[in-house]
């Protein structure tokens, strides 16, 4: 298969790593990375969970260190995602016609570098744009391609606020959800999913993309960043939880979804900075509404 550009994520469990990775290969998978005799020892002797105290004072500060993020890294932090349109063809195959215009909500937009190329690319595209983060959502708005005849954003708690006070209900063709349901805590990602079907038309298309199990990032996790099974906490007080195929199927389909695609993409980066081959771990899937669909070629 083509090679696929790299997603402008973190390289480890901590902080962003300066080099940027170099892609060697990359490969598509039914089946977790295989871990070695080391790894398997790291994470099986990784059993002491962070205090349920600190654990309630990271969810109730959830906002505000995503908030503290994007006040440190302004718009810094990530490159525009001009990767998604090449990985993610249906934004062009859920037309019926080509001057068809679309509807998309990116669920946890952060500053905007996911919509902006996309709007710059499809002149028939309308974008709704919500973030945890009231600053992020801010730097959106500030951004000069940002144009309220094409693009809405708003802050949202996708746990607990109500998207249809900003999108009416069944109203949206594509949704995507890349690296953000990880940052979520798993007792609420199943409400994060219901809110987002109520949006999507029937027939609709979630587009997802997040940490897989075993990623390079899960493992650089030192002792005392375990929160739970699959799940940890960095420096900065953001979380991240790293999916398997298994259960990410379970979420979606109990919150309503058929499952489309559902893979492991498997890479092997290079960090020049350290020397290191390092393997990445992702959940590259789709899911659908149930429905009649507006195109055949969404399904």
């Known amino acids: 298969m083509a090679l696929l550009r790299n997603p402008d994520v973190r390289p480890d469990g901590q902080s962003r790593d300066?080099?940027?990775?170099?892609?060697?290969?990359?490969?598509?998978?039914?089946?977790?990375?295989?871990?070695?005799?080391?790894?398997?020892d790291k994470l099986s002797s990784d059993q002491i969970l962070v205090s349920d105290f600190?654990?309630?004072?990271?969810?109730?500060?959830?906002?505000?260190?995503?908030?503290?993020?994007?006040?440190?890294?302004?718009?810094n932090f990530f490159k525009d995602r001009h990767w998604t349109t090449r990985e993610f063809e249906e934004l062009k195959a859920c037309r019926e016609f080509a001057s068809q215009k679309l509807v998309l909500l990116e669920g946890g937009c952060g500053v905007g570098n996911c919509i902006f190329p996309l709007l710059e690319e499809d002149l028939n595209i309308f974008v709704y744009a919500c973030?945890?983060?009231?600053?992020?959502?801010?730097?959106?708005?500030?951004?000069?391609l940002y144009c309220p005849e094409r693009c809405s954003a708003f802050q949202c708690d996708l746990t607990k606020d109500d998207l249809?006070?900003?999108?009416?209900?069944?109203?949206?063709?594509?949704?995507?959800?890349?690296?953000?349901?990880?940052?979520?805590?798993?007792?609420?990602?199943?409400?994060?999913?219901?809110?987002?079907?109520?949006?999507?038309?029937p027939g609709g298309v979630?587009?997802?993309?997040?940490?897989?199990?075993y990623d390079h990032a899960m493992l650089r996790f030192k002792s005392g960043n375990k929160l739970?099974?699959?799940?940890?906490v960095r420096q900065d007080g953001?979380?991240?939880?790293?999916?398997?195929?298994?259960?990410?199927?379970?979420?979606?389909?109990?919150?309503?979804?058929?499952?489309?695609?559902?893979?492991?993409?498997?890479?092997?980066?290079?960090?020049?900075?350290?020397?290191?081959?390092?393997?990445?771990?992702?959940l590259?899937?789709?899911?659908?509404?149930?429905?009649?669909?507006?195109?055949?070629?969404?399904h």
């Open 164 to 201: 249809r006070d900003n999108v009416p209900e069944s109203s949206v063709d594509v949704i995507t959800l890349i690296f953000v349901l990880s940052a979520i805590h798993p007792d609420k990602m199943r409400q994060a999913l219901e809110n987002v079907c109520r949006v999507l038309k």
């Open 18 to 40: 300066t080099t940027p990775p170099g892609v060697l290969q990359q490969t598509k998978s039914t089946t977790a990375r295989t871990l070695t005799r080391e790894e398997l």
């Open 238 to 282: 953001t979380r991240s939880y790293f999916f398997s195929k298994e259960l990410l199927a379970e979420l979606f389909e109990g919150a309503g979804f058929h499952s489309v695609a559902n893979d492991y993409v498997l890479r092997e980066t290079v960090n020049k900075k350290e020397g290191l081959c390092v393997p990445r771990v992702f």
């Open 131 to 144: 973030d945890f983060s009231p600053r992020a959502v801010d730097f959106v708005k500030k951004n000069p």
């Open 206 to 213: 979630v587009l997802f993309r997040d940490y897989g199990l």
């Open 284 to 298: 590259q899937s789709k899911f659908t509404k149930p429905g009649q669909s507006q195109s055949s070629s969404c």
């Open 228 to 232: 739970g099974e699959n799940f940890y």
């Open 54 to 75: 600190k654990q309630m004072k990271l969810e109730k500060e959830a906002q505000k260190n995503w908030d503290l993020f994007y006040k440190r890294n302004t718009t």
